[in-house]
């Protein structure tokens, strides 16, 4: 479930510009990031060097953060690199980083820092809700090692239809540890994948949809996601986000 914004304020949300290991963005940049208001409470990660937690499917699941706040959900896909992250293009916003595995309040693997992000041509124009969906590019200072080598990831999933079981995760923005639900996936328009799933309020925005070691969609789409925190959406995966994620190999 997503905050619902004027569209035109999400088109003019959508140009993007990517300066070295900085994110900027567009003026008048709207996003699903109605974190609470106030300090932010500390965020604890490992020492610099940390004995790993075992890789599981929650280690590739995590959250967006920006400003000591997290406000999105975002999940590792494969890459050759092992530096990409997959969430919703309505989450993009300067400034951010990820936290694989986050629980509790712990980053177990530490922060993520943001460096590039690629988005589809029809959301930057309109923000098509078809389109919504975003690849980061992303590295730890001082850290070698890819984040896929210390997480695992999901493989991207395109063309796969529109009806599986399903594991959905995502962090609310009131809380500091995921929900998850297994729920059966329907379409709900020609590119619109539909799921009810019960308690994925704002803040899950970005969280992956995987069936079978695949992630076929993210919470977005129609309405941001959906209007209620009981019934959440998606883009279709197709052929538009197989294009994006060659893009993104690239890092641009």
């Known amino acids: 479930m997503a ?35 106030g300090a932010p409470a500390p965020v604890t990660t490992t020492p610099a060097t940390p004995v790993a937690p075992p890789r599981s499917a929650a280690s590739a699941v995590g959250a967006l953060f920006a400003n000591g706040s997290h406000f999105c959900s975002a999940s590792v896909v494969h890459s050759g690199a092992g530096d990409l992250v997959l969430t919703a293009a309505h989450c993009v916003r300067d400034g951010m980083s990820f936290a694989p595995g986050y629980h509790d309040g712990v980053a177990p693997f530490g922060m993520w820092t943001v460096t590039s992000v690629a988005v589809a041509g029809g959301w930057t124009a309109s923000a098509d809700p078809d389109l919504d969906f975003a690849f980061l590019t992303v590295r730890q200072a001082g850290n070698p090692a890819s984040l896929e080598s210390r997480t695992g990831a999901n493989v991207l999933g ?10 959905l995760t995502g962090y609310p923005d009131t809380t500091d540890s995921p929900v998850v639900c297994d729920g059966n996936t329907t379409q709900a328009d020609t590119y619109q994948l539909r799921v009810a799933c ?40 197709d052929d538009d986000i197989a294009r994006l994620y060659q893009r993104s190999l690239l890092h641009f």
């Not at 395109?158 to 594991?167: A, M, S």
């Not at 695949?214 to 209007?227: A, F, M, N, P």
């Open 3 to 37: 905050i619902t914004f004027p569209r035109t304020a999400l088109a003019a949300a959508a140009a993007l510009l990517v300066l070295g290991a900085g994110l900027v963005l567009g003026a008048g940049t709207t996003t699903d990031d109605a974190y609470a208001a």
């Open 158 to 167: 395109t063309n796969r239809g529109f009806e599986h079981r399903i594991t």
């Open 198 to 237: 019960p308690g994925f309020p704002d803040g899950t925005s970005g969280g992956p949809w995987v069936t079978g070691g695949e992630v076929i969609g993210v919470i977005g789409g129609y309405q941001l996601g959906g209007d209620s925190p009981d019934v959440s959406y998606s883009s279709y995966f």
